[in-house]
């Protein structure tokens, strides 16, 4: 039994083997992101509701990507707050209905949050908005206010970033070519707060 589960876009390939040795490296840049793995969230991580089990989820999640078809988009460098991530190049309506779907599909299975988790995911200046999705959905960063983004380094600070870019620039694998989410990743939190891919379900939807 995991403590939480989430449903991550895990990059294969030339660009999840970067994202691999990126976060692996064992600096101190990376300490953060690489406890999640190289991902993109799709719903956010929840704990288990009474009554469901991670098989039950596994199920739901295997029949959601059965009717969803894969999402192609094109992915840049760019700095969100104060790190850096990949993050998607112009239209991002198929990318948004495809985690729509899943914050929606798996709501059942998400356990209501604690006030003390509630306090933690506050943030300085949050919208209305983004209150009020955290407070019905465990997470304010959906639907309209979904931002897909691969996260590579926790808070650069500005005098470093310019040298980060550029040994980011040199490591990436050619971002020309596009990136297709073509599964659904069920990732569980251990007991060390290490996330690991339980399964990966195809996209297999028209």
Request: charged share 20%; with cysteine.
């Amino acid at each position: 039994m995991y403590k939480r589960y989430a449903i991550y876009d895990c990059p294969e390939g030339a660009l999840g083997a970067f994202g691999s040795a990126w976060l692996g490296s064992g600096a101190a840049l990376v300490e953060r992101p690489a406890r999640y793995g190289f991902h993109a969230t799709l719903k956010a991580p929840f704990s288990l509701a009474e009554g469901q089990s991670e098989g039950g989820l596994a199920g739901a999640v295997e029949a959601l990507a059965a009717g969803l078809a894969p999402v192609e988009i094109t992915l840049e460098l760019a700095r969100i707050g104060g790190f850096l991530a990949l993050v998607p190049r112009g239209d991002s309506e198929a990318l948004n209905r495809l985690a729509g779907a899943c914050v929606l599909e798996l709501e059942a299975f998400r356990a209501p949050m604690s006030a003390a988790e509630y306090e933690r995911k506050l943030r300085p200046n949050m919208s209305e908005r983004k209150l009020e999705n955290l407070k019905r959905w465990g997470y304010p960063h959906v639907f309209d206010d979904f931002r897909y983004h691969l996260t590579l380094t926790g808070p650069v600070a500005q005098g470093a970033r310019e040298a980060v870019v550029n040994q980011l620039e040199a490591a990436l694998p050619d971002l020309g070519a596009p990136h297709v989410i073509a599964s659904l990743c069920l990732c569980g939190e251990d007991a060390a707060g290490q996330f690991h891919i339980l399964q990966r379900f195809p996209l297999s939807g028209a």
